[in-house]
């Protein structure tokens, strides 16, 4: 006997029926199946159960006929047994699974890079205008010498591997199989335009994409998917990923849906195979481990690419970032826990690591305090929504930022976080062919640019007023920042004084 | 053929070497005095023969994708880590995490082998690795197995000695594990079952065998006086079930 659910639509569909032509493309655009036509009645019809609220009817009705809401059938008030409280245990009860869910953590934590504010200068130093001045955000990411040797105007021992960045922004890590190749494509095609990279996740790299090496991350992940000699050279740099934001200390499950023959033979697994990735690298269960992966990957592409190694923040993250850096470890990501998911158990997702920003600001301090900030380039990403989120990041220290939820809002994701259910109908958390179709890598590709270009501008307009022309005169700079609305505690961690002060 | 001695190097000089070596076109390296070095072979993606003598350290062959090693001596962990071509022939034990990943090609370990060996082993098309066992292996033996062969032979255990240790296959998802004896199963993760061997499986078994007398020398009687079991994993998905949408 089958269980009756308890769990009602989170959503409810209007058609205003004046409007409505039943042109049907709701009907062609749901993925979700929640719109169908009856012909006996000539009518649409949507079953609201199915309902994600990704907007894709909403957006494409030509008659701006429909309007989703939040359901407002609500249950009796009461601040412990919340709605989402109750909707968990139902779906658990009927189900026995555990609950999963996309996207970044959406609870109501802070968000302390809104508290925290930026200066400007007035009188005593001049602003500049980066329209009219030349302004440089080139970043380079590897490790840098303790000291340098210059003789005739020449270095005299060559530098370790650098990454160089036309401004401090990369596409984060998402593999082909979470994303479409598609949405890969774009971000990819953006990356190499504006000079930066796109990392491949834990998903191998397709061989439409192998043109794009010189902007690669090439990921090394617990399951080694896709990991082959070629792959390895293929990157620009390499990047061993011990963990992410939205899950810290869990391994990765690509169900078999999705792994449709692209996707089986970038990963190379077989069709339909599901793709576990475990919770940790079997190899690695010390910083001594680590750095022996490490150097395996150095030795493999001869010294010539720079190692990173991407950790989720979570609560000791300062002590193990030294122990990453004296690993050997060229650059450290820090993916902070509102980072973004294909796919994540929702109690971890929304439970476990701690706010990139004190993750930032604790790891930046005590590489100094160690005096080997020099060794290693940070990464910070999870989640940066802006660009005065990065200005604030590179003044907390990091040398570069990781975006990821935000590139994907550029190629048109609406946040509906039902990435894993790999129906978007947006054409970029999907496998499905007629799906991906939907996201053109070109008109992608140039969204992802103009992102690019408007943060670039604005990064530029608060440099300028501050009166700094080159970001690296930024970079840990903390005095360009006054917290707002902090405790004590809060802004000595972030290492910055009240505003005010 | 070029021999290398290795006493008194780094492993970073002594690779460069064999690098070096292996880009100019030299088919044959033969390593003296090899003490612990590590990450030899490692990424190597041509056709070359490497001998050793001595003890290789961790990492050996990782990420390796078609040359031929043989170690007169032991290996240490995470030999073939990543390994997708090529062949390891080793006479002696190896340790733990041995075949990581391994995606292709095939390894031999004359005597014994550590814990968690062929863990997350998988093939892929044509690729099929093989990880050959003399002796015993440890615990964890081909954890989160998605792929490939896994033989082990159990030569030479005393009466009361166990073939495999504890969690064998836990998580397997695929490819067939071969012991030749009997196992507890006690000792098998939950997620494998014993089956009995077709006649396809003693064709599979039969070249694996034959290659392991050749490179040490064992004659075939020796190892057809017992026969094999077979494992496999009960479901291609054992994690295929767990989830519920949020
Ligand atoms: S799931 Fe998306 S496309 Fe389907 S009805 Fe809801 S908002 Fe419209
Ligand atoms: S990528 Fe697609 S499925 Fe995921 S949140 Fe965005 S619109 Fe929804």
Redesign the interface.
Known sequence: MSLKSYVTPSFLIERNKERCIKCKVCVQQCANEVHRYDEEDDEIISEEHQCVNCQRCVTLCPTGALTIRKNPNELRQNSNWTAEAVR?IY??A????????GMGNDRPYPVYWDNILLNASQVTNPSIDPLREPMELKTHLGRKPDSLSIKEGKLQKKLPPQLELELPIMFSAMSFGSISLNAIKSLAEAAKQEGTYFNTGEGGLHRDLYQYGENTIVQ?A???FG????Y?QAGAAIEIKIGQGAKPGIGG?L??EKVEREVSETR???EG??A?S?APH??IYSIEDLR??I???K????YEKPVSVKIAAVHNVAAIASGIARAGADIIAIDGYRGGTGAA??RIRDNVGIPIEFALAAVDTRLRQEAIRNQVSLVVGGSIRNSADIVKAIALGADAVYIASSALLALGCHMC??C??GKCNWGIATQDPQLAKRLNPELGAQRARNLLRAWKHEIQEMLGGMGINAIESLRGNRLMLRGIGLTEKELQILGIKNAGE | MQTIDASGMLYRDLNELIRDSVSRGVKEIRLINVNGHRYIGDGLAKEASIIIEGTPGNDLAAFMEGARIEVHGNAQDGTANTMNGGTIVIHGDARDALGYSMRGGEVYVRGDVGYRVGIHMKGYQDMNPAIVVGGKAGDFFAEYMAGGIMIVLGLGLAPDEDIVGNYCGTGMHGGIIYLRGEVAPEQLGKEVKVVSLTEEDTCVLDGYLDNYCQYFKVKREEIDKKPFCKLLPYNKRPYGNMYAGW
């Open positions: 968990a779906i658990q009927e189900t026995g699974g555990i609950l999963l869910t090394v617990s399951g080694r990991v082959h000699a070629d390895l499950h169900p078999g190379m697994i077989p195979t599901d576990i475990p079997h190899d022996q992966l150097y395996s990957l030795e493999a592409t001869n158990p929702l976080q039902k894993y259910t």
